[in-house]
């Protein structure tokens, strides 16, 4: 590739050349975020526990490696369930995965919604 930073000449585009560890570097001190639509899933789950009365609060937490979902039952409490998006594990565990309060990991996944079934509701049978 070649650098032309002096704009159009013989009616080709201009190109610029950036070295690859500075694009590295770049990308490096943006921290980890959550998307839009992985957003909206976190924050229905969150609507669906509050409505249920187990759930008052959470934060969110952009961190250089990771980005963090906490829900407590109370502020002043530690956080009941963290909900950690974590890239480097993407190929490996997974980038999903719900810690406990204990540090637990509870569960682990590719998939948002896989990883969030952790918290439905199911039917089980009562011998009485």
Known sequence: MTDRAGGM???????ILIPLHEARRQRADV???FQRRELDQLLRLYGRMVA???WRDYAID??????VFSVFRRTSETP???IVKDPALARRQGTWSV???TGLVMKRGHELARVLGLFDKRLSLVEA
Do not use: I, Q
Request: hydrophobic share 35%; aromatic share 4%.
């Open 99 to 101: 810690v406990s309060a």
């Open 62 to 67: 952009h961190l250089p490696d990771r980005a």
């Open 9 to 15: 000449e013989d009616g080709e585009d201009s190109a």
């Open 52 to 54: 249920a009365n187990e």
């Open 31 to 33: 921290p980890v975020t």
């Open 80 to 82: 009941l369930f963290r």
